[in-house]
């Protein structure tokens, strides 16, 4: 899929559309496993999302600002953040879900 391009929307149970994934970047370092761009049902696109695993675990982390500390250190701010776990958890599964359908093409 080119830079550029718009992300097609994948449906949901429902039939609603869900939350879709474009711009996939492989990029293995760590846990780190690539980044892409999220489209979610509201409309909202959100750039620089990354895919993480490690020791049979996986996570999604959304886009941060990187900062230096005054002693020198590399700190990160993130940029969106959720209310509460259950909204976090909620974002999480609908977002792997989004990453599985993506990747199984």
């Known amino acids: 899929m080119t830079k550029n391009?718009?992300?097609?929307r994948a449906s949901a149970s429902g039939g609603r559309p869900g939350f879709s994934i474009s711009?996939?970047?492989?990029?293995?370092?760590?846990?780190l496993q690539g980044f892409f761009t999220l489209a979610l049902p509201s409309g909202m696109?959100?750039?620089?999302?990354?895919?993480?695993?490690?020791?049979?675990?996986?996570?999604?982390?959304?886009?941060f600002r990187q900062y230096s500390k005054p002693?020198?250190?590399?700190?990160y701010s993130p940029?969106?953040?959720?209310?509460?776990?259950?909204?976090r958890?909620?974002?999480?599964?609908?977002?792997?879900?989004?990453v599985d359908r993506f990747m199984a093409g």
């Open 71 to 75: 002693d020198g250190a590399t700190g």
């Open 89 to 98: 958890r909620r974002f999480q599964a609908a977002a792997l879900a989004a």
């Open 5 to 8: 391009a718009k992300p097609a």
């Open 23 to 31: 711009n996939w970047k492989v990029h293995q370092r760590n846990s």
């Open 79 to 87: 940029l969106v953040e959720f209310n509460d776990d259950d909204a």
């Open 45 to 63: 696109v959100v750039h620089n999302c990354s895919l993480h695993r490690k020791e049979g675990a996986r996570w999604i982390r959304l886009p």
